[in-house]
């Protein structure tokens, strides 16, 4: 996920068994892994001129 980000700009807030990141529109999401690295949740908040 992280390169993924990283290839289309996005600055990532890693942590311990997650990425967080704030997209362009100010929006913001957050990936969580479970023990085995497999992503387990992603969780979204919408803001910006289109929300």
């Known amino acids: ?3 993924y980000f990283a290839h289309h700009g996005v600055p ?3 942590g311990a068994d ?3 990141v704030r997209l ?3 929006s913001a999401a957050e990936v969580t892994f479970d023990a085995l ?4 949740a992603v969780n979204g908040n ?3 001129a289109g929300a």
Do not use: L
Request: charged letters at 20%.
């Open 24 to 26: 362009p529109d100010g």
């Open 12 to 14: 990532v807030e890693p």
């Open 46 to 48: 919408v803001s910006g």
């Open 37 to 40: 690295g497999r992503i387990a």
């Open 1 to 3: 996920m992280t390169g």
């Open 18 to 20: 997650r990425i967080g």
